[in-house]
């Protein structure tokens, strides 16, 4: 199941609905961990990722009062934060991607379908408005395409390639941001 929403609470129900007991979560942008809360009771493991100048002390925190969590800090854009949480885990069960539920689907699509290609989730789960509004005006006029997916929380196509080759993706930001500017180094807390 890959899940869209925009609004806020939505996406923390979405999310506490979807995790089941003993799943692996890598959740990106939870920002103070209140998303994760939300799940965290279920989840055998949680795995955040959030480079805000306002997260790291509190996920930081987050992470020591809590056995299952690892906090990763780092942008999600870069390979290196997604190397860092691959020595964590390989594959995950849900991935979670809230990096502020903004207008432009853009960054949050590639970071998700990036992400999602390494990873291999069962579910994932999406806030952005962005992205919500285009898929409900959408309509695919293309009857090549499959009416159902083998994979439910990842796409079939877009990221079927070996990590080194995601790497090519994720370095595509560079051209749009600075993804390796000091002092958003990647660490792990």
């Keep these: 199941m890959i899940g869209v929403v925009y609004e806020v609470e939505r996406y923390r129900s979405l999310l506490a609905k979807t995790v089941k007991d003993g799943d692996t979560v890598v959740e990106i942008g939870p920002h103070v961990g209140r998303s994760t809360d939300a799940y965290l009771a279920k989840a055998g493991r949680a795995i955040l990722v959030d480079k805000g100048k ?36 390989p594959r995950c069960d ?35 408005a962005g992205l919500a509004e285009f898929i409900r005006r959408a309509k695919v006029k293309d009857d090549t395409l499959p009416k159902a997916f083998k994979d439910d929380g990842w796409l079939s196509q877009y990221g079927r390639a070996t990590p080194s080759k995601m790497r090519n993706q994720l370095e595509e930001f560079s051209h749009w941001v600075d993804i390796d500017r000091k002092p958003d180094t990647d660490f792990e807390g």
Aim: aromatic fraction near 10%.
């Design 54 to 89: 306002d997260c790291v002390g509190a996920l930081t925190e987050y992470a020591q009062r809590h056995e299952k969590v690892t906090y990763v800090c780092g942008d999600a854009r870069g390979f290196g934060t997604l190397s860092l949480v691959r020595k964590h885990s």
């Design 94 to 128: 849900v991935l979670a991607v809230d990096l502020g539920g903004g207008r432009f689907p853009d960054t949050v699509f590639k970071v998700w379908g990036t992400w999602s290609g390494v990873l291999q989730p069962r579910d994932s789960i999406i806030r952005c």
